[in-house]
C-alpha cells in the first residue's frame, strides 16, 4: 500500500476511537497498525511472518498499548474458540490476502465472542457480492447477511499499491448483530446450500432434491411465504430465506 490516504480513511470511516480493542490482521511491516496504536484503546496484532513478526516487535518495542502474535489468522481464531475467556468487545481490522476472504469471514462469525464489527479490503468484485439484495443473492452475501450488516465504505484503486495488482479493492463494514437471525446457523447455511445446488434449476426442484421433501411439499411453503414457484435462489431475500427455514425446521 503506497496510498497512505487509504489508511487514514480506514480508520476515520470504519469509526476507530479511543475505546475499541482491534484485532488487525495481517499488519505486513506496520503501516496499518503504526495508525491504529493511536486512535485505538489496543491494537493485537497477528503476523504469519516471522520475518516481518521479528521486524514488527523491534519498529513497536516502545509502543505500549500493541501486542504482535506470531502465527496464522485462522489457528489463532481456533485457539479463541476453545478459550472459556471473559466476553470482550473488540473490532477486526486488516488487509488480507484476497484468497482468504471467504474462509476468514466464516470463521470470523463462527466465533461464541463475534467481533462488533469487521472492516477488511477485500476484492471489490467480492465487496459488490457481499451487499448484493433480493434477484442478485449468491452464497456469500446471505451468509454473511444473516449474521452481519455490510456496507462498501470506498473504493481502491490498483493504482493504490505497489507493485500493482490486476484487480481494484474496496474497504467493507460488517456490522455484526447481537443475535444471529437464526437460531441453527449452521443447518439455516445447509438448507441454503440445497438452494443454491444447480444454478440453472428452479429453487423447488433444488430444495427437494437437496432436502429430500416432495416437491409438493415446497410448493405449500413457497404459498406460505409468498415466493413464486418458478423463483430462483438469487430471486430470494435474506428474509425469505429464514422464513423457509422456520417452517422446514417445523416440519
Known amino acids: 500500500m503506497i496510498d497512505k490516504g487509504v489508511i487514514e480513511k ?21 503501516s496499518l497498525t503504526y495508525a491504529l496504536f493511536s486512535n485505538a484503546k489496543k491494537v493485537i496484532a497477528v503476523e504469519k511472518d516471522n520475518k516481518l513478526y521479528n521486524y514488527l516487535l523491534k519498529k513497536f518495542e516502545a509502543i505500549k498499548n500493541v501486542e504482535f502474535v506470531n502465527g496464522d489468522i485462522l ?17 477486526v481490522i486488516g488487509n488480507i490476502p484476497y484468497y482468504l476472504t471467504s474462509h476468514l469471514l466464516r470463521e470470523l462469525l463462527a466465533l461464541e465472542n463475534k467481533p462488533s464489527e469487521i472492516i477488511l479490503m477485500v476484492q471489490k468484485e467480492v465487496a459488490e457480492r457481499l451487499i448484493a439484495k433480493k434477484g442478485k443473492m449468491n452464497l456469500l452475501a446471505i451468509s454473511v447477511q444473516v449474521f452481519a450488516e455490510p456496507e462498501i465504505l470506498f473504493y481502491v484503486s490498483k493504482d493504490s499499491f505497489w507493485p500493482k495488482p ?6 467493507i463494514k460488517l456490522k455484526v448483530y447481537k443475535v444471529c437471525k437464526v437460531e441453527n446457523p449452521e443447518e439455516f447455511l445447509k438448507l441454503v446450500h440445497a438452494g443454491f445446488g444447480a444454478k440453472r434449476k428452479l429453487l423447488s426442484n433444488n430444495l427437494a432434491k437437496g432436502l429430500g421433501v416432495s416437491k409438493e411439499k415446497i410448493y405449500d411453503i413457497f404459498r406460505v411465504v409468498g415466493i413464486d414457484i418458478k423463483a430462483r435462489a438469487q430471486d430470494l431475500s435474506v428474509k425469505d430465506w429464514t422464513e423457509i427455514y422456520k417452517i422446514i425446521t417445523q416440519i
Open 75 to 91: 489457528e489463532y481464531l481456533k485457539k479463541q474458540k476453545n478459550k472459556k475467556a471473559k466476553k470482550q468487545r473488540y473490532k
Open 10 to 30: 480506514m480508520i476515520i470511516q470504519g469509526g476507530i476511537t479511543k475505546n475499541d480493542t482491534i484485532l488487525e490482521i495481517g499488519p505486513g511491516q506496520g
Open 166 to 171: 490486476k484487480v481494484d479493492s474496496a474497504v
